[in-house]
């Protein structure tokens, strides 16, 4: 079974400060993908990375960045954390030669800026 | 007017019943359709690709109208343990080796004994 992790499920943040939100994925896919979900809203693209070193941004890429340095490994940062970042963090993943649309998602990090 | 539209529901029906969603993409050029499952405080999951032809699963049919710009999910002989959301993705186009997929806010169902 693909597996992939996030590092915490719940965390809780001053406005301000530097968050790092970390995933890894163990079953050697390319394509990785940062997602938010609020209430009435669906998931929204952040960025995605479609090599290691490679990043592209989503729909709502503003106040974020990433960083894949390993094929396994793809971090999301809020460089200086506002209240309107408060949210269901979702890591995903998927496979060059899997089916299209099929993703492999982490279980979520709920972030909450005070 | 959003990409995908769904309805939130909740919708609640009783153990047995059969029930639809249907679920309305604006961009014509949209190339692939899928429906997602998201249990209570889960990660989505994949539940079934959409394709021109329709696509049965058990107790799942999945049908694509591109006249009308929507795809549908019924479920016949409801379960209890198919209370979940049910999201509504859309492929708009496909770019290079990335396919970007759109999510519907979802739609809540909830069976009751």
């Known amino acids: 079974d693909v597996k992939v992790t996030q590092s915490s499920r719940y965390l809780v943040k001053r406005t301000g400060e530097k968050v790092f939100l970390e995933c890894v994925q163990d079953?050697?896919?390319?394509?990785m993908f940062w997602y938010r979900q609020d209430p009435g809203l669906g998931l929204r693209l952040i960025y995605f990375s479609y090599d290691v070193k490679m990043k592209e941004k989503g729909d709502i890429p503003e106040g974020y960045s990433v960083s894949r340095e390993k094929k396994e490994r793809f971090s999301l940062i809020l460089e200086s954390a506002s209240t309107n970042q408060t949210s269901m963090y979702l890591c995903a993943s998927s496979s060059e030669q899997g089916s299209i649309g099929k993703l492999f998602f982490g279980s979520g990090t709920q972030l909450s800026v005070l | 007017r959003k990409e995908v539209e769904q309805d939130p529901g909740p919708f609640n029906v009783p153990e047995g019943a059969t029930v639809a969603f249907n679920c309305t993409y604006s961009n014509s050029a949209s190339q692939s359709f899928f429906w997602y499952r998201q249990d209570c405080r889960k990660e989505p999951k994949l539940l079934m690709s959409?394709?021109?032809s329709g696509n049965e699963d058990g107790r799942f049919t999945a049908q694509l109208n591109r006249a009308s710009q929507y795809i549908s999910l019924l479920i016949r002989d409801s379960k209890l343990s198919d209370s979940a959301t049910y999201l509504c993705?859309?492929?708009?186009?496909?770019?290079?080796?990335?396919?970007?997929?759109?999510f519907g806010a979802g739609t809540r169902l909830a069976v009751h004994p």
């Open positions: 993705v859309v492929t708009p186009m496909f770019s290079g080796g990335y396919n970007k997929l759109i």
């Open positions: 959409v394709y021109s």
């Open positions: 079953m050697d896919h390319e394509n």
